[in-house]
Structure formats: C-alpha cells, structure tokens
C-alpha cells in the first residue's frame, strides 16, 4: 500500500501540468514546494517501512540462530520494547490485537531447540521489564478512558504470554475500579494454563496462590459476575481456609444483587453453587457458613424465577439463565448433598407450575417455623439480624413495585 502511494505521489510530481508554469512565477514556486513536500514523505514513507521490515527481520533472524550471543538478546529487548512501546503509544486501538500476535508469534518455541532456554529467559525477563515499565507509564497518562485502555490491553497480553514471571504484574492490578481492568487482571492472575506452571514450586504457588485470594476478597463485592466466576473458580482449586472465605465473599456479593434487583447473568450462580457444593460434599464436617450461602443463593434464584414470572418482570434472557441454573444445580449438587437423586425441580419447571415449585423451596430450603430438608441435613440454620431462623431470607419485591400480601 505504502508502495502504491509512493508511486502515485512521484508520478504527481512528474505529471504536474505544465500549463499551471508557465509563464506564471507563483504557479512554478507552489509546484516546487509541492515537489519538496511530496518527495519528503516518500522519503519518510520509505524509511518508516524499511524500519519495520528491518525490526522484524532482526527478531527473525535471532529465532533462526543455534546459540544466542548479547548481541541478539539485547534484540530481544528491544524487540519487545518497541512492540510494548506500540500498544502504550497507539492511537488506534483496535489495531492492538495485531502487535500482541506480533509479540506471540515470536515466543520461545519459535526459536532452535538449542537456544530455547536462551531466548525465553531473555524474553521473559524483557516481557517483565517492558510491561512494568508501561504500566508505570500509563499512570500518568491524563486522559482516564485511555489509561484504562491501555491498561487493559497489557493485561490482556499478561494473560496470553502465561509466563509465571508475569503473575505479579496482574496481582497488582486487581484492585482496579475500572471493570475490564479488573477482569483482566484477574484471568492473567488466574489462567489454568499458568498454574499448570507455577505449580511446579509449590512454594511460591502457595505464595502467589494467598496473595491472589486474599485480593480478590478485597473487591469481591463491587466485582462483575464475570469476574466473580474468576474469583469462585480459582478459589475452587485450593482447600483452604482463605478459598473457602473467598467463595463465601463471592456468594455474598450474589446474594446481595438478588435481593435489590440488580443481579446479572444468574448462569454464573450455577458455577459459584458448584463451587460451594463441592466443598460440602468433601467429606467431613460441612462448614455451615458454606452451607448457609448455598442454600440462600440457591433459595433467592429460586424466588427471583417464580416472583420474576408472576409479575411479569423476568427478560427472556433472566427466565432462561435460571431455568438452566435450577435444572442444572437439583442435578449436579442436590442429588449429591442429599445422597438421592433430585429431580422435583426440574418437572416442575418444565410444567410451569409456580405454586409448586414454591412448595418444593420450602420442603428443601426451608419456610417461616419449618425447617428444610437441606438445613437438617447439613446441620445449619440461617440468620437473619442476628437471630436464627429456619427460612432463607425472603426475596423482596423489585424496586417501584407494592409489598405483596
């Protein structure tokens, strides 16, 4: 393309009508300038191309060697400032995918087997040096909406690398208000794929491990449901006392949407139930507090569905989030925490009967001087102000709308 302009700008140059001349000594000094100008930036056109060409041949050539000389790890570096630098300066930021596979493409396996070790310590070291670097830099970046975008956008390169030097850098951007950043940062502190590595030194797996949920803990309430999907799955692979707390701030934070009304994408409620069962069904001693978040979660989904449906105020999205969540939760966990198969919910929903599925939450769950079958069997009650209670809180009425009787 660049070509095609250089050539079309010469030929201009060339063409220039020689009517517009002569004769006339304005005419012959505005196409002299316009000359200048145009050879100017053909040049700095041609010039900027050759940069480029000549930036990625180097990092290529470096991918091609058998042992590694400071020479070529110093390429390295600057290969990987000049792609970082790229994504903090960029005015187009659609154009950002683009470097990261620039970036990708020239990993470690890219590079001879005999020089692999080499190249991925100095890339993992540049990769480090240059993200910090840049996310120092985006601090000071005036205009917020750009901040964060530009944040964002090395977060999400974080999580694509999957190099354990990186965790750290997302750790620490975890307690960002700004949602997409805060997702980001999550899933790179997060990724399976980098804990498939970091688990190798248990040590600072354990390290990084509390690190991360204590973090999340400190913004579990005002998070996403996305991001608390994060959160819950994360804290699902460890059987800790600090998971265990995490995913109760996580059910804590769900439970509180359902109750004003503002709760979002309740399928996630079915991984976060998961999580939670999974930890009663464990063996031992079920902890009651899991316990309690459970069965409330559980209780408000089901109360959001059938209040929902009554009144006529469930989008089409909502009904079928928690169709697939009830359905999906009686058989995945209540089978299992009531060692019988479950499947009342289920036909019930399928029928579209209301009325009983009410009376189904009340025998499992619980209702006002009537203990449910899932409190006795977990040996739990729930709390409301301070005192116990065999019900699960009631869901209130949506906000605008009168008391029900």
Partial sequence: MIDDWCGCALLSIINYPSSMSKGNPYQM??????????????????????????DLRRIEEVTKKNILTPADLQIIDEFMNDAVTDIVRTEDFTAVSKTRSIILNHRADKAQPSAQAQYAQQFSESAYKQISEALAEAEGLPNESRRYKVITNLLILVENLEDPRLVELAIGQIRRANAPARYWAVRAATDAELWAKLSQNQATASRLAATILAECSQVAATSSAEVLRLMADFAGRFDTPAASALLVKVADARIARYADWTVDYELVDGAILKHLCDRLAGGGTPDPELARRFAQLYSFAMQRYIK?????????ASQNYLVTLLVQTEQNCLGELLAAPQATITRLVTAGDLDGLQAEHDRLLGAPGRPGVLPARLSFSYTTQGESTAAPVALPDPPGRPTQA
Avoid: D, P
């Avoid at 000094?29 to 000549?54: D, E, N, T, W």
């Fill in 29 to 54: 000094k505005l196409k002299r300038a316009v000359s200048i100008i145009l050879v100017f930036g053909v040049v700095l056109a041609l010039l900027s191309v050759s940069q480029a060409v000549v």
């Fill in 308 to 316: 929902g449906k009554r009144l006529g105020v469930l989008k089409e």
